[in-house]
C-alpha cells in the first residue's frame, strides 16, 4: 500500500529547487580534505562556500546503490535496505531515560545502554538498534564503549552516530572483530554509520571528515542533518524540503566521489520550533509530513530513505505518545520508507524510555503490515469456499480454509494490546502503559542474546582500554 503526498510533477519541483540550491548556494565546510575532494571532482569555489555543477551532481547522483543490505552479527538477520519494508530502529543519543522502576527521568547510564539493547534484540518489530548516550562513560571514548556494549547485547544490525572521525579506528576494529575480517565487514556490513551535518548546509570539520572516514571504512553511510523550520530552515515545510534535501544530496554527492558505488541512506530529520517556547519539536503532523515529503524526494533521486519517525513531543508513555508515534511513522511508512528511526524516545528524542520502546515494537508491527502488498490469487479471492459453505449450508469458522489462512496470519494480532471482553479486562484493569512496563521487566530478566566468544569479548577489552590510553591522556 502506497500514496503520495507530492505529485511526481511537485517532486520534480522541489528536487530541481534543492539542485539550485546546491548550484547557487553551496556549502560550507571547515575540513580542508573534504573542500579538496569536491574541488578535485569538479564542484567550484565561490568566496568561503563550495558550489556544486551540474556535471558533479550528475556524476554524484548516478552511481548511487538503490538498494543494499544490512546484516545482523552472525548472518543473524538480513535486512533488504531499498525494498520500503519499513525497518524500526529505536533512538540513537539520548541523554536521559525513564526510570523503569520510578517512572521518573534520570541521566542515561550505562548499564541502561546494556538493559535497552537487550529489551529492542528482544522484540520482533525493533530491528536496528542505536545506542542510548550514557553519563558515566568518558565522553572521549564514549563510542566506542557504545559499539561494544551494542554488540554484547544484540544481534541484531546497528546503526552508530558519529560526531567526528576520532573513533572510528576503534569503532571498525570492534566490528571487524565481529564480522572476522576487513573484508568481511565489508561485504557483511552489520552496522550503518550516521553523520550529522549543520543546518543550514554547514558541513563542519568534524562531519565532513566523519563522512569520509565512514566512506573509506566500506560502511553504509547515513547523511543525517536536522534542520529546524523557523529556525535553521524556513518557515514553510516545503522551504525546508527544498533546504534538507540539498544538504543530503551535498553528502550522498560526497560520498560517491570518494568512492563510486557507496551504500548510503537519504536519512531526513526535519524538525519545528515551537515559536511560543523556542523548543525544537519532533511532533505531528509537521515531522510526519516533512518526513514523507523527505521519502518522496529520496525516491526521485533512488536513494534508500531512512527518516525518523518514531517520536512526538509526549513526556511520558500515554495516548499522546502513542498517537503521535503512530501517525508520524505511518504516514513515511505508507509513502515509503526503508528504515524509520527514534522508537523509543519521548520528549521530542530528547528521552529514551523502555516502556515506550515496547509500544513502538507493536506500532512497527502495525506500520510493517500496513504496507505489505496484497497477494491476489483465487484461493484468497476465495470464491469456491464461499459457494461451497452456502451450498453445503455450513458456516466458515469449521472450514479448512479459514484455519489455513488464520494459522498464516491474515488476521493482525497485537504483541501487546488487550483484546479481551470488558469482564476479563476489568479483574486487573491493566492499562496498556503498565503492560509495556511489566512486558519490559520481564524481556530484560529472561531474554538470552547470542553471545560473544570469549575471544572476541576479550580483544573487546583490548581494543576499549587502548582507546582509553591514547585518547584520555
Not at 251 to 265: E, F, N, R
Request: charged share 25%.
Amino acid at each position: 500500500m502506497r500514496f503520495e503526498i507530492l505529485s511526481e510533477q511537485e517532486v520534480k519541483q522541489v528536487h530541481e529547487a534543492s539542485l539550485e540550491i546546491l548550484k547557487r548556494v553551496g556549502i560550507h565546510t571547515a575540513s580542508q580534505k573534504f573542500k579538496e575532494i569536491l574541488l578535485d571532482n569538479g564542484c567550484k569555489e565561490q568566496g568561503e562556500r563550495i558550489v556544486f555543477t551540474d556535471d558533479v551532481i550528475y556524476k554524484g547522483l548516478k552511481t548511487v546503490p538503490a538498494t543494499f543490505e544490512l546484516y545482523g552479527r552472525n548472518n543473524s538477520y538480513v535486512l533488504e535496505i531499498g525494498k520500503k519494508k519499513a525497518y524500526c530502529q529505536t533512538c540513537v543519543g539520548t541523554p536521559s531515560m525513564i526510570d523503569l522502576d520510578t517512572g521518573e527521568k534520570r541521566d542515561t547510564l550505562t548499564k541502561d545502554l546494556e538493559e535497552y539493547t537487550r529489551l529492542a534484540d528482544a522484540l520482533e518489530y525493533i530491528n536496528i538498534i542505536s545506542p542510548v548516550f550514557p553519563r558515566d562513560v568518558p565522553q572521549e571514548i564514549i563510542l566506542t564503549v557504545e559499539t561494544a556494549t551494542l554488540l554484547r547485547n544484540t544481534s541484531k544490525p546497528l546503526s552508530i552516530c558519529i560526531e567526528s572521525e576520532r573513533e572510528m579506528p576503534y569503532i571498525i576494529e570492534l566490528l571487524t572483530a565481529v564480522a572476522g575480517s576487513a573484508e568481511a565487514l565489508k561485504q557483511k556490513p552489520i552496522a550503518t554509520i550516521p553523520i550529522s551535518p549543520l543546518s543550514p548546509l554547514e558541513y563542519g570539520y568534524d562531519p565532513a571528515e566523519a563522512l569520509i572516514a565512514a566512506v573509506e571504512a566500506g560502511l553504509p553511510l547515513g547523511v543525517e542533518p536536522c534542520p529546524m523550520m523557523g529556525s535553521t530552515g524556513p518557515m514553510t515545510l516545503l522551504g525546508t524540503a527544498v533546504q534538507h534535501n540539498a544538504e543530503i544530496l551535498a553528502g550522498v554527492i560526497a560520498s560517491q566521489l570518494i568512492k563510486p558505488g557507496s551504500a548510503v541512506t537519504h536519512s531526513s530529520r526535519a524538525t519545528f520550533m515551537d515559536m511560543r517556547s523556542g523548543l525544537g519539536l519532533w511532533a505531528m503532523p509537521e515531522l510526519g509530513y516533512a518526513g514523507a515529503i523527505m521519502n518522496q524526494l529520496a525516491q526521485y533521486a533512488n536513494i534508500p530513505c531512512a527518516p525518523g519517525g518514531y517520536c512526538g513531543a509526549s513526556k511520558t508513555t500515554d495516548m499522546q505518545s502513542g498517537y503521535e508515534h503512530l501517525y508520524n511513522a505511518l504516514l513515511e511508512g505508507l509513502v515509503g520508507s526503508d528504515i524509520i528511526g527514534s522508537a523509543g524516545s519521548l520528549d521530542n528524542a530528547l528521552i529514551s524510555c523502555y516502556a515506550m520502546l515496547v509500544i513502538d515494537n507493536e506500532l512497527s508491527s502495525v506500520v510493517q503490515r500496513t504496507i505489505k502488498d496484497f497477494e491476489v490469487t483465487e484461493d484468497k479471492l476465495a470464491v469456491n469456499i464461499i459457494a461451497e459453505v452456502i451450498e453445503k449450508k455450513s458456516n466458515f469458522l469449521e472450514h479448512k480454509h479459514t484455519r489455513k489462512h488464520f494459522r498464516a496470519g491474515e488476521l493482525w494480532l497485537p504483541p501487546l494490546g488487550d483484546r479481551q471482553t470488558y469482564e476479563k479486562w476489568a479483574v486487573s484493569k491493566e492499562k496498556i502503559e503498565d503492560k509495556a512496563r511489566r512486558t519490559a521487566k520481564e524481556l530484560i530478566a529472561a531474554h538470552q542474546v547470542i553471545p560473544l566468544s570469549e575471544e572476541i569479548n576479550r580483544e573487546f577489552d583490548r581494543i576499549i582500554a587502548y582507546a582509553r590510553k591514547i585518547e584520555m591522556k
